[in-house]
């Protein structure tokens, strides 16, 4: 057996759950944050049989496509003079960090 912790965006995880619970994968969501921008995430904990490791894997990436984001962030001279001087950036978002890891036991009550 294998737990696959996915670290996905906000925007991202409703369309994933449903996907993912759609397909018979049991799924367990945790909000969290952080990251560059230090916005909400979620991370979602499947636990799959070596078997379907792929196409969990599958359904992630069908669903959670990097894309680009403009936001706008004080300048450096902010610092120094006390006045905020607000400029776009544009930071790519999305995609997902997935880790799959091993499971020694699993036992359900």
């Given at each position: 057996m294998k737990l696959i912790i996915a670290i996905v965006q906000d925007d991202d995880a409703g369309d994933l759950l449903e996907s993912l619970t759609e397909a018979g994968f049991g799924v367990t969501k945790l909000a969290t944050t952080g990251?560059?921008?230090?916005?909400?995430?979620?991370?979602?904990?499947?636990?799959?049989?070596?078997?379907?490791?792929?196409k969990?894997?599958?359904?992630?990436?069908?669903?959670?496509?990097?894309?680009?984001?403009v936001i706008t962030t004080p300048s450096s001279v902010a610092s120094s003079t006390g006045v905020y001087m607000p400029y776009p950036v544009e930071v790519e978002v999305g995609g997902a960090n997935i880790f799959v890891v091993d499971v020694d036991k699993f036992v359900r009550i």
């Open positions: 990251g560059f921008l230090k916005a909400g995430n979620t991370t979602l904990m499947i636990g799959v049989e070596e078997k379907n490791v792929g969990v894997i599958s359904h992630i990436e069908e669903v959670c496509k990097t894309r680009k984001q």
